[in-house]
């Protein structure tokens, strides 16, 4: 990847090809509410100098946002975070040998003075991630932040009164 220019105010970053299944639930979410955003494979151990590329130029090239997803020795939330003054969003992907325990304790203990805004494991923290991001750009742009007034107000409309019985 060269740093080339953003074409979107967010970027979706996760370690790996096999964080997508947890990730596209961020994309999903932006999708919902009409915001653009870049996805894109950086690996903070196999490919460290494209993790340096992004970060380093993240802000200049326009992003204003960054959502990272990783699993495991989970390290590219906080090498972005170290990199970038934009506000980091990180999401521990659930994984296999520890069900993303690793990924959330590697994402969420940082030093203090180097911030990752840390979300749940999994889709829940992907979605999350995405809403936050919203919330941020919305601070400065009203339509957006009407179309999310709307997207949180369709969600409450959704939770019944009574469960259904279920046969
Ligand atoms: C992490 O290790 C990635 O974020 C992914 O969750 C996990 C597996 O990565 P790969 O082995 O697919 O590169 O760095």
Request: charged share 15%; glycine share 8%.
């Amino acid at each position: 990847m060269t740093a080339a220019t953003a074409t979107a105010d967010i970027a979706i970053i996760m370690g790996s090809q096999s964080d997508w299944q947890t990730m596209r639930h961020a994309a999903e979410t932006l999708d919902a509410l009409g915001v653009s955003y870049d996805a894109r494979i950086v690996s903070a151990h196999r490919t460290p100098e494209r993790l340096y590329d992004f970060a380093r130029s993240a802000k200049s090239n326009g992003f204003k946002v960054i959502v990272a997803g990783a699993g495991g020795a989970a390290h590219l939330p906080g090498m972005t975070a170290a990199m970038t003054t934009l506000p980091v969003l990180g999401v521990p992907v659930e994984t296999g040998a520890l069900s993303g325990e690793d990924s959330l304790l590697s994402i969420v203990q940082m030093p203090a003075g180097v911030p990752v805004g840390t979300l749940a494991i999994g889709r829940a923290g992907a979605v999350n991630a995405a809403l936050l991001a919203v919330s941020i750009l919305a601070l400065g742009n009203p339509a957006l932040a009407e179309r999310l007034d709307h997207w949180r107000q369709a969600r409450t409309e959704a939770v019944a009164e009574r469960p259904e019985n279920i046969s």
